[in-house]
């Protein structure tokens, strides 16, 4: 029995009791844990237990829990036993896309190092459109940075080939064009016409 199995803390009841956790918090705590035994894994068995249980943990738990548990396990280490875990957590994540882009992409940008690591996979993994258009979610928030703004303009810019329907529509908003605009070094008095063509030549 892993220590994620427990029926009490995970099943659909209503009456919870004054303190105990909610059902969400239960799954948290069971990924800062998870995160934690693969962390502190001396030997490799050790290591493969606490790889197998956070499989488990996706297989049960992971198109249903809360996307703050999901992206606690980006902190899991990458190796080679942890390997298939982040697939399935990638694979998680990328069904919440492109909600779940900017809260990725922060970290991506500034997490741990192997939250960065893993934040920056799954980014990858994900459809140029579905990041392109997570990436938007970035440059209209109010609360981002400067800094993080920045640095999605450039990765929007990066996906003009493969998501060049989202960068078009992405010019009708005048503060995204502005960043666009700034990020790359064009001059903004060049029409759209002229700005995606650049934006095409420019991409990677």
Same mark, same amino acid.
């Given at each position: 029995?892993?220590?994620?199995?427990?029926? @009490?803390?995970?099943?659909?009841?209503?009456?919870? #009791?004054? #303190?105990?956790?909610?059902?969400?918090?239960?799954?948290?705590?069971?990924?800062?844990?998870?995160?934690?035994?693969?962390?502190?894994?001396?030997?490799?068995? !050790?290591?493969?237990?606490?790889?197998?249980?956070?499989?488990?943990?996706?297989?049960?738990?992971?198109?249903?829990? @809360? !996307?703050?548990v999901l992206l606690e396990l980006l902190s899991l280490p990458c190796e080679g036993?942890?390997?298939?875990?982040?697939?399935?957590?990638?694979?998680?994540?990328?069904?919440?896309?492109?909600?779940?882009?900017? $809260?990725?992409?922060?970290?991506?940008?500034? #997490?741990?190092?192997?939250?960065?690591?893993?934040?920056e996979i799954v980014l990858g993994r994900l459809?140029?459109?579905?990041?392109?258009?997570?990436?938007?979610?970035?440059?209209?928030? #109010?609360?981002?940075?400067? $800094?993080? $703004?920045?640095?999605?303009?450039?990765?929007?810019?990066?996906?003009?080939?493969?998501?060049?329907?989202?960068?078009?529509?992405?010019?009708?908003?005048?503060?995204?064009?502005?960043?666009?605009?700034?990020?790359?070094?064009?001059?903004?008095?060049?029409?759209?016409?002229?700005?995606?063509?650049?934006?095409? @030549?420019?991409?990677?």
């Amino acid at each position: 029995m892993t220590s994620f199995d427990d029926e @009490d803390a995970y099943g659909p009841e209503d009456n919870l #009791g004054l #303190g105990r956790p909610r059902p969400e918090d239960a799954a948290l705590l069971t990924a800062r844990q998870l995160v934690a035994a693969c962390e502190a894994a001396r030997t490799p068995d !050790d290591l493969a237990h606490a790889a197998e249980e956070t499989e488990e943990f996706m297989s049960s738990f992971g198109r249903s829990v @809360d !996307d703050s548990v999901l992206l606690e396990l980006l902190s899991l280490p990458c190796e080679g036993a942890t390997m298939q875990a982040l697939i399935d957590l990638a694979d998680a994540l990328a069904q919440l896309a492109p909600a779940i882009v900017p $809260k990725v992409f922060r970290l991506a940008s500034g #997490g741990s190092s192997a939250a960065r690591a893993n934040a920056e996979i799954v980014l990858g993994r994900l459809r140029p459109p579905d990041f392109a258009a997570g990436l938007l979610l970035v440059l209209q928030d #109010g609360r981002a940075s400067d $800094k993080l $703004k920045r640095g999605a303009a450039l990765s929007l810019l990066r996906l003009t080939r493969s998501a060049t329907v989202v960068v078009l529509d992405a010019l009708a908003e005048p503060q995204i064009r502005l960043w666009l605009v700034r990020a790359g070094g064009y001059s903004p008095a060049l029409s759209d016409t002229e700005l995606m063509r650049r934006f095409y @030549d420019d991409a990677e």
